[in-house]
């Protein structure tokens, strides 16, 4: 396990478009599914990783606390299934079902979305406004597998309700960690120091 930060993209970067495939409907989903959502949640995420596993609940709790403010999420996982067979789409669809994920949760076979959001860990968090500007990248919170703090989800918590409230985020972001992106053989991007 490589542990990594999330890269901390500008704040302001416009949602990169997408076009994937639901591991549970097995619909296409795009930014246009969230058109008319006040506030859009990109998590990338996948089955085996610890610190997936320790959240995976609390991100279940956030879809369903959040489903009737007009929030829109979409869950991704990237990680190569050549290397990591475990993260495959029948995996991910059956972590869905037991986690009781109410959002999308789409397979990136080519990694071209995750690098698009430059995202670089898992759980990595973007959390965009309802013109789909980036207005928060951070941590869920700082609990991790091993240090003994509750999850609660604080930090996104709060950068979700003041995004949905009109406000800009004013608190400082601190990144995310979690294992790296599982990139395809000779794939990494450069902004992974590839």
């Not at 320790?54 to 956030?62: D, S, Y």
Request: contains cysteine; glycine residues 6%; negative net charge.
């Amino acid at each position: 396990m490589v542990m990594v930060e999330s890269t901390m993209l500008a704040l302001g970067t416009p949602a990169p478009e997408f076009s994937l495939i639901d591991t549970v409907s097995g619909d296409t989903i795009t930014l246009d599914n969230f058109s008319d959502s006040n506030a859009l949640l990109v998590m990338f995420i996948c089955v085996h990783c610890p610190f997936v596993k320790h959240v995976e609940q609390a991100l279940a709790k956030i879809g369903q606390d959040y489903a009737a403010q007009g929030l829109g999420i979409v869950a991704i996982s990237a990680n190569s299934i050549e290397t990591h067979p475990q993260d495959a789409p029948e995996h991910m669809k059956a972590q869905a079902k037991i986690q009781g994920f109410n959002f999308p949760y789409c397979y990136d076979a080519t990694q071209a979305v995750a690098k698009a959001y430059t995202a670089a860990c898992t759980p990595d968090f973007f959390l965009f406004d309802a013109t789909l500007k980036l207005a928060y990248r951070g941590q869920l919170d700082d609990s991790r597998p091993s240090n003994g703090k509750p999850v609660t989800g604080k930090d996104l918590r709060r950068a979700i309700d003041t995004v949905l409230s009109g406000q800009s985020i004013s608190e400082p972001q601190l990144p995310s960690i979690g294992c790296n992106i599982k990139w395809s053989p000779g794939h990494a991007p450069t902004y992974f120091g590839a």
